[in-house]
């Protein structure tokens, strides 16, 4: 069976994520502390983690940083804060998705099927146009940055660039999309690994990570919005590939 993990520290919502996690198939295991659960994802190598961030002790930033230097888990990060600073920093940290409580089992159980539906690499050759089929051969290269699809290696100026998976996904489509306008709906379902299906059920959840990730981007780039030397922003629309 596959394997979750639960870093939470209240006791009542420890139990009832694990609750979610078993009707979905899980084997889970449950910790209240950071440090313990770092140790639990060295050790069963989970497909998805739910994370709190206001743990005593290490809080849900830290641990997911420190999750993030060896594992490739899927990180759900469970916030009662819902400033936008706590989403930019959970993103920072590693997460792929996050949530603020209260929360519904029924929304925690759309936001771990949404993420399990994400490749892990890009899809098969088959299913690619031949543009792309190239790009992965060759790689991608705009104003000194440099993307390898096939083996998630971006290059900015000939330095190495850490992104995350939502990240690299959304470079990547950006990059391929040569000056046409991608909606931030678009790059919503490209982050769920649904390209090319229908939008209607994209939230403005969705659309505000994609707003995240990418400010997380550009930071990593070092660009300015003002002044953009990869990504320029279409305002109400999405974002572009400068020119």
Do not use: C
Not at 131 to 159: C, F, N, T, W, Y
Not at 205 to 217: F, G, K, P, Q, S
Request: aromatic share 4%; hydrophobic share 40%.
């Amino acid at each position: 069976m596959s394997v979750a993990v639960v870093i939470e520290d209240e006791p009542d919502i420890r139990l009832l994520l694990t609750d979610i996690l078993e009707q979905a198939g899980f084997t889970v295991h449950a910790v209240g502390t950071g440090i313990e659960g770092v140790e639990l994802v060295r050790d069963h190598d989970p497909v998805i983690t739910t994370l709190d961030v206001s743990m005593p002790g290490m809080d849900g930033f830290e641990t997911a940083k420190r999750i993030r230097a060896f594992s490739s888990t899927y990180l759900l990060m469970l916030t009662a804060r819902s400033e936008e600073i706590d989403a930019l920093l959970g993103l920072q940290s590693g997460a792929d998705d996050y949530i603020t409580k209260p929360f519904r089992p029924r929304e925690v159980r759309a936001r771990v099927e949404a993420m399990l539906r994400r490749p892990r690499a890009l899809q098969s050759d088959a299913a690619e146009p031949a543009a792309s089929r190239v790009d992965r051969e060759i790689g991608i290269e705009h104003r000194g940055l440099r993307v390898q699809p096939e083996m998630r290696i971006v290059e900015k100026d000939g330095a190495m660039l850490e992104l995350t998976r939502s990240e690299f996904d959304i470079l990547v489509e950006l990059l391929q999309s040569a000056g046409r306008v991608v909606s931030k709906a678009q790059l919503a379902l490209v982050v769920r690994g649904e390209r090319g299906m229908a939008s209607d059920f994209i939230s403005e959840h969705d659309t505000r990570a994609i707003e995240v990730h990418v400010a997380n981007l550009r930071r990593k780039l070092g660009e300015s919005p003002a002044d953009p030397r990869w990504i320029e922003t279409v305002r109400g629309i999405g974002y572009r590939r400068t020119a």
